[in-house]
Structures are given as C-alpha cells and as structure tokens.
C-alpha cells in the first residue's frame, strides 16, 4: 500500500539512493523499470494480483543489472 511504499522510499532515500519511481502493482513497476533502467529495485511481496516473487523473474528479464531487493513481512 502507499504506505508501506513511502516508508520503504524514505530509507531507500536515508541510504543514499534517489527513488526514481514508485509503482502500486508489479505490472506498472515492470513498466518503470524499462523506462528508467536503475541500479536498485526493491520489490513488496505482498503487491496485488501478482506478488512480487512472481514477478522477479520479469524484472530480470527486463533488466538484468539492477539489485534487487525483496522485502516481505506484515
């Protein structure tokens, strides 16, 4: 939720990272990370219809550089 996404922008931000971009489901992060090709994705489990372990494998196919970063819990 947005939420959850602001927090997790501001530490990415704390860790010296600039947020290029922030998606509500897996989908449209896929589509920001064609756009942008950044360094770090960080990835909710728990987003929508398709979690983000489903989707890690299209974010790689993407764009294999980037680290990513799975965050799951409640």
């Known amino acids: 939720d947005s ?12 860790a010296g ?3 290029l971009g922030e998606a509500a489901h897996a989908i449209e ?10 360094s770090l994705v ?3 489990n728990e987003q929508s219809a ?3 372990l489903q989707a890690l ?5 993407v764009d294999p550089a ?3 970063l799975l965050v799951t819990g409640d």
């Open 66 to 68: 980037p680290e990513v």
């Open 29 to 38: 992060a896929i589509h920001i990370v064609q756009g942008v090709r950044p």
């Open 50 to 52: 398709v979690s983000g």
């Open 17 to 19: 990272f600039e947020v």
């Open 42 to 44: 960080v990835i909710l």
């Open 3 to 14: 939420w959850n996404r602001r927090v997790l922008s501001q530490l990415v931000t704390a």
């Open 57 to 61: 494998p299209d974010f790689l196919a």
